[in-house]
């Protein structure tokens, strides 16, 4: 497995503003992605962190409102902008390591949008 | 379309009695099906990956089995530190990894 971090771990942010977070694994990976779990509800992915190009997005997210960067193999960052309530989810990264299909998750950035 | 439904949404349980959570799938041609369990305000963590119908994975008091239209996670004798939620997702889309998941099973085991 690996060991995983996210910064921040939850945070409370005013409506308008933005928030980046943070995400760092301990081993090298092949694919990074992010999802997002809204209250009471199971895991939605946003979009695949690609490392040294552009993020690629699902449907109905999109890179202004999420922007992604992954400048290695090992860190990335979602960037929450322009957070209205509707915001208001655990955001969570994940990693698929080298040599491996299997897929393992961060604990999570608890966000409230006020 | 791929979709994963997860059977039932909530289970409780008495500790001691044994019982399955069901996970059906749709999916064009399966790359693994992942179990994880989900603990209040925790991401999501690994328990089993299976990828051809007839295999089964145990791990203490769990055991995922697979058919080629569903996967069961089979809990025996439980205990209240079983409690959380549990996830089954299948890889979808382009990259083959990215996970679409089920609604989840909320499991409580009362002492």
């Known amino acids: 497995s690996a060991v995983i971090s996210q910064k921040p771990s939850r945070d409370i942010c005013q409506r308008g503003t933005s928030l980046t977070i943070q995400c760092q694994v301990d081993?090298?990976?092949?694919?990074m992605f992010w999802y997002r779990q809204q209250p009471g509800q199971s895991l939605t992915l946003i979009a695949t962190?690609?490392?040294?190009?552009?993020?690629?997005?699902e449907s109905g997210f999109v890179i202004d409102k999420f922007p992604i960067s992954r400048p290695n193999l090992t860190f990335s960052t979602l960037t929450v902008s322009n957070m209205s309530p509707e915001d208001s989810s655990i955001y969570l990264c994940s990693v698929v390591l080298a040599n491996s299909y299997e897929q393992y998750f961060g604990p999570g950035t608890r966000l409230t949008v006020t | 379309e791929d979709q994963v439904t997860q059977s039932p949404e909530a289970l409780r349980l008495q500790e001691g009695e044994s019982s399955s959570l069901n996970c059906s799938y749709t999916v064009s041609g399966l790359r693994g099906l992942f179990w994880y369990r989900q603990d209040p305000g925790k991401g999501p963590e690994f328990l089993f990956t299976?990828?051809?119908a007839g295999e089964e994975k145990e791990k203490e008091r769990l055991k995922a089995t697979l058919t080629k239209k569903e996967s069961f996670l089979h809990i025996t004798a439980p205990k209240p530190e079983d409690s959380a939620t549990y996830l089954c997702a299948v890889p979808s889309g382009g990259s083959g990894y990215a996970l679409n998941f089920g609604k989840g099973t909320s499991l409580l085991v009362t002492p």
């Open positions: 081993s090298q990976v092949t694919m």
């Open positions: 962190a690609n490392q040294g190009s552009e993020a690629t997005y």
């Open positions: 299976l990828y051809s």
